[in-house]
């Protein structure tokens, strides 16, 4: 299997968040854990957006990191010179591919073809490398869809962005397009780019991947436009845990995904995927009594694998409880009950929670076992 090639794109297509704004400091923080996190490339925002921008560009590029940079731009002569300027190993250019989005532009087939050629090789007059996004490529006419990438390399392109603009695909369909496209060009590097609409995202990057692209573009917390982007942490994780990859640190992801929603003030999920508050807690008897004799029974996550403080992952109390979660919290406590009494308690508990619709604190059992002693 090929190794993987991550790229983060949090500072460009996940600022593209409705109302989300990252102040350079904050750029520069996220780049900094980035590089600690040990993803392959970032790129870092929009060049043609403000003279701030290009400021902030020039400055993460300039920094030094370990990882590759680039910056994204409209397939456009004055961006690219611009870009050109600003010190990124790269540039990622992208023109539409679907007849929808190019008939919505009031273009054609053929105006597409020809901006290609025209960019590309001016693009390639600047850079080492570039990238060419085909976007909308997973509602394009494969045909046309081949003619571009084949042109596309033609004119000096290194790698192709396919990216799924509108998030309509599925694995199956993301299988399909890139078992076609790599038999079709076997030499061209792929990326693939996911969007979130249908909840799919992070799972076509691993089917992508797994179907012959190389490189994967992602964002912190999947935070982008409208339902967002594959989850770069979530590809970390599968690269570890499936993939036996060590070429990335996972123990920066507790801090990096708290630090990206709270400066785009988006609150994370109790639930949510390696890090969510309540995703490393268990409830249910047959669950914890199980965990109790083996940890990886019903949690195969390691919570500290992703910087999350292993003190604050244990049982909750509520109406799915069983007597081993009981026993287990009295017996941290040095109060070695029997078998009614713990019942008696669980009884309670079950009771009180049912009643209250929440879970029961380490408090709420304390004054239960103390209110019937």
Not at 48 to 60: G, M, R, T, V, Y
Not at 246 to 270: H, M, P, Q, R, W
Not at 293 to 320: L, M, R, W
Request: proline letters at 2%; glycine letters at 6%; a negative charge.
């Amino acid at each position: 299997m090929i190794e993987p090639y991550i790229i983060d794109t949090t500072l460009r297509d996940g600022e593209q968040a409705p109302g989300v704004v990252f102040s350079k400091k904050e750029k520069m923080k996220i780049a900094y854990m980035l590089e600690e996190m040990g993803v392959d490339e970032v790129e870092i925002g929009t060049p043609a957006i403000s003279n701030e921008e290009k400021k902030i560009i020039k400055a993460i590029a300039s920094e030094g990191f370990s990882y590759k940079t680039s910056s994204w731009c409209r397939a456009n002569m004055n961006d690219i010179k611009e870009a050109s300027t600003l010190k990124t190993t790269s540039i990622n250019i992208s023109l539409p591919v679907s007849d929808i989005q190019i008939n919505t532009l009031g273009r054609s087939r053929d105006w597409v073809l020809s901006e290609l050629k025209k960019t590309t090789m001016y693009a390639c007059s600047y850079f080492n490398h570039v990238t060419v996004g085909a976007q909308d490529a997973t509602r394009a006419n494969i045909q046309f869809l081949h003619e571009y990438i084949s042109l596309a390399k033609e004119f000096g392109a290194n790698r192709i962005r396919i990216a799924d603009t509108v998030g309509i695909s599925s694995p199956l369909e993301i299988q399909e397009l890139f078992l076609n496209l790599s038999s079709h060009f076997p030499n061209m590097e792929f990326e693939f780019h996911g969007h979130n609409d249908l909840g799919m995202a992070t799972a076509n990057a691993i089917t992508a991947y797994k179907s012959g692209a190389k490189c994967l573009s992602a964002t912190v917390n999947g935070l982008g436009e409208r339902a967002g982007n594959s989850v770069l942490e979530e590809l970390i994780a599968y690269f570890i845990y499936k993939e036996n990859s060590v070429a990335y640190n996972g123990e920066i992801v507790s801090t990096l995904c708290n630090f990206v929603a709270d400066i785009a003030k988006v609150k994370l999920a109790l639930n949510k995927p390696l890090i969510g508050e309540k995703v490393h807690t268990h409830e249910s008897g047959i669950h914890t009594s199980a965990i109790l004799k083996n940890k990886k029974s019903y949690q195969f996550i390691n919570p500290s694998d992703f910087g999350v403080d292993t003190e604050k992952t244990a049982f909750c109390f509520g109406k799915h409880s069983g007597k081993a979660s009981i026993h287990h919290f009295f017996k941290e406590k040095n109060l070695l009950l029997d078998d009614q009494r713990i019942q008696q308690i669980l009884n309670l508990v079950k009771e009180s929670a049912s009643s209250w619709k929440r879970p029961l604190t380490e408090i709420d059992l304390m004054q239960i076992y103390l209110a019937n002693s």
